[in-house]
C-alpha cells in the first residue's frame, strides 16, 4: 500500500519560516493536501491541489510538489500556527495520510 | 453552508459493533461528484480513513479495516452511516467524518465523537 512520511515534529521561531515535507513514492505525480489540526479540535484543510489556499487561509501558507516531496511551507510564522499538520493523497481510490507533523513554535 | 456532526455511543465493550451516523446539511448526496468518508483518531495519534461512500453509492474501505467495516447513506435523511464489528480497546479513538466533492479535499469536517471502548 501507499505510504506518506513526515517527520513527528518540526521547530520554528516566531516570524520565521517553517518547512514541513511529506514524502512518497512519485508524490509529485499526485495531488496533495494538506490539513491543520489544533489540540482538541477538528482537521482543518489548509492548502488543496499542492499549492491552493482554500478562502480564509492566510497567505503565509504555501504548498509545493515535486518528485518524491510535497512541502508545506508557513512564512513568518506566528504562535496560532502550533498545531499537527497532516498531508493526504490519493492511491488507486483510497485515500492516505501522513503520520503528522507537530509544529511548535518556540 | 456545509456541516455534519457526528453521533453515536460514547463507550461500547470488546466484540461489540460500533454504529456511527454522520448527520449533515447543506448538500445532497444525491448530488453527481458528492461523497462523504470517515476517519478516525486515537488519543494522540494521527489520523486514519476509514471508509468513504459516493453519490452513486460506490464505497471504499481502506485496506487494513475492509473486513470489519461497512458504509451506508440514508439521501432521504442526509446521513451516513458506518458500522464497525468486532470493536477492540485499540479502536478507541474520535470518529470524524467530512464532506469532499469529486474525489478532491475533505472540508469541512465534523466535530467528532470519541468512542471508547472498554469491559
Known amino acids: 500500500s501507499y505510504e506518506l512520511a513526515q517527520p513527528p515534529s518540526v521547530s520554528v521561531s516566531p516570524g520565521q519560516t517553517a518547512s514541513i515535507t511529506c514524502s512518497g513514492d512519485?508524490?509529485?505525480?499526485?495531488?496533495i493536501c494538506w490539513y491543520q489540526q489544533k489540540s482538541g479540535q477538528s482537521p482543518v484543510l489548509v492548502i488543496y491541489?499542492?499549492?491552493k489556499r482554500p478562502s480564509g487561509i492566510p497567505a503565509r501558507f504555501s504548498g509545493s510538489n515535486s518528485g518524491n516531496t510535497a512541502t508545506l511551507t508557513i512564512r513568518g510564522t506566528q504562535a496560532v500556527d502550533e498545531a499537527d499538520y497532516y498531508c493526504?493523497?490519493?492511491?488507486?481510490?483510497?485515500?492516505?495520510f501522513g503520520g503528522g507533523t507537530k509544529l511548535t513554535v518556540l | 453552508q456545509i456541516t455534519l456532526k457526528e453521533s453515536g455511543p460514547t463507550l461500547v465493550k470488546p466484540t461489540q459493533t460500533l454504529t456511527l451516523t454522520c448527520t449533515f446539511s447543506?448538500?445532497?448526496?444525491?448530488?453527481?461528484?458528492?461523497?462523504v468518508g470517515w476517519f478516525r483518531q486515537p488519543p494522540g495519534k494521527a489520523l486514519e480513513w476509514l471508509a468513504l461512500?459516493?453519490?452513486?453509492?460506490?464505497?471504499r474501505y481502506s485496506p487494513s479495516l475492509n473486513s470489519r467495516l461497512t458504509i451506508t447513506k440514508d439521501t432521504s435523511k442526509n446521513q451516513v452511516v458506518l458500522i464497525m464489528t468486532n470493536m477492540d480497546p485499540v479502536d478507541t479513538a474520535t470518529y470524524f467524518c467530512?464532506?469532499?466533492?469529486?474525489?478532491?479535499?475533505?472540508?469541512?469536517w465534523g466535530q467528532g465523537t470519541l468512542v471508547t471502548v472498554s469491559s
Open positions: 467530512s464532506y469532499i466533492l469529486t474525489n478532491n479535499w475533505f472540508a469541512p
Open positions: 447543506g448538500f445532497s448526496l444525491s448530488t453527481t461528484g458528492v461523497a
Open positions: 461512500i459516493y453519490w452513486d453509492d460506490d464505497k
Open positions: 512519485k508524490l509529485g505525480d499526485k495531488y
Open positions: 491541489q499542492d499549492s
Open positions: 493526504q493523497t490519493w492511491d488507486s481510490g483510497t485515500v492516505v
